[in-house]
């Protein structure tokens, strides 16, 4: 009896053991759903992007403005592309197109409104200009980002001007909607990891000088070129010796997006 007491005991203990590492793992890493549909799996201390596009099918967007909401203990906005007064700017495929958009961070929603909207009609839902936010996660779990339009102006023709949204509800029904929700990119590289082990130290830039030099070595030229310039050489290694450094180092220690 005592053995088998012993035996069930010790069962016992390897399965809670077992279980430690998963739990560990999932608290690493933090799933991002928007109305429950997951967009994107991320580790913490890494970024994503949270786009909200203007599918404009047939209208011609004027204005609007709207709200992205998060959780600030698990999420935290950050700057992307060009700074503006408010460190975020607007991105996407815009031909001939002037806009002014701001925006407002409040712990827990990012508030944005645009205007002097011109040349974005007729694009498709793969072509489509996208308000692009960036986002650090702070800690593991699940949580939900959200955008909710408030309102959204366009026109049909040089005078006459419509509202598609008004006070976050749709003035008629539209099919398809003027604006996509719910899309995530993760980050394609790390600048700076030119070995992708995880981690930026002057491993990484003598790598660089390496391969530089004619050595035919495993690297990862998106994570190399630190400067985007397409070439890997010496002045990507300088940077990353900056950055190791403590010194000012441009991009290295960032992310590269596929969308940029």
């Known amino acids: 009896m005592k053995r088998f007491l012993c035996f069930f005991i010790s069962i016992l203990l390897c399965i809670s053991v077992c279980a430690i590492p998963s739990t560990a793992a999932e608290s690493d890493t933090l799933t991002v759903t928007d109305s429950g549909r997951i967009l994107a799996q991320v580790k913490v201390g890494s970024v994503f992007l949270y786009r909200v596009g203007l599918f404009t099918g047939q209208h011609t967007l004027i204005n609007g403005e709207g709200e992205i909401r998060y959780d600030e203990k698990l999420l935290q906005p950050l700057a992307y592309g060009d700074p503006t007064p408010e460190r975020y700017s607007f991105g996407g495929r815009l031909v001939n197109a002037s806009a002014v958009i701001n925006l407002t961070d409040v712990p827990g929603t990012v508030y944005y409104n645009f205007s002097q909207i011109t040349g974005i009609e007729g694009y498709t839902d793969t072509d489509e200009p996208y308000l692009k936010l960036r986002f650090k996660v702070l800690a593991g779990g699940t949580t939900e980002l959200s955008h909710i339009m408030q309102t959204l102006t366009a026109r049909n023709s040089k005078t006459t001007f419509y509202k598609l949204f008004q006070n976050g509800q749709a003035t008629a029904a539209l099919d398809p909607l003027p604006y996509t929700v ?4 993760l980050p394609c590289a790390t600048i700076g990891d030119a070995d992708s082990d995880g981690r930026i130290s002057v491993i990484d830039a003598t790598l660089i000088q390496w391969i530089t030099a004619g050595r ?27 950055y190791t450094a403590g010194m000012s180092a441009a991009n290295v220690g960032d992310y590269r997006f596929t969308s940029d």
């Open 216 to 242: 035919r070595m495993s690297y990862s030229k998106l994570n190399a070129d630190t400067n985007g310039d397409g070439d890997v050489n010496l002045k990507d290694s300088l940077a990353i010796r900056r």
């Open 182 to 185: 719910g899309s995530a990119e």
